[in-house]
């Protein structure tokens, strides 16, 4: 009887794995660390050159260029804010006259009645 229940015991513990797995999955990690360390690599030299062709790009640039189109002319600042910002329309601070229109052009009331 003795038998019979070491082979149980051997039946029920788990078989005896390595904390490394196998050979095969410790060859797929190591591609795949590799693949990540050569991916990051890239990366950060992309990045070098990207920054080192802005840094030649900034010297070759003149640094006090002078613009090529005259500035507009400055108005006067507007006391309405509503007017600013295009809610009502910009009214003349003073009425100016309209001309009359001549008298023969306007029918006169009492010649209409």
Sequence with gaps: MP????????????AAIPLGG???????RLQVGGSLLIGIILI?????????????????????????VAPPPASAPA?????DAGVVPDLPAAPTASPSS???????????Q
Excluded at 50 to 67: G, N, T, Y
């Design 3 to 14: 038998r019979r229940s070491s082979k149980r015991l051997q039946a029920t513990e788990p």
């Design 22 to 28: 196998t050979r095969a999955q410790a060859l797929q």
């Design 44 to 68: 950060v030299g992309l990045a070098n050159v990207i920054e080192e062709r802005l840094k030649q790009s900034d010297e070759a640039v003149v640094p006090e260029a002078a613009a090529t």
């Design 79 to 83: 006391n309405d804010p509503l007017a």
């Design 102 to 112: 001549p008298a023969g052009t306007q029918p006169r009331r009492d010649a209409a």
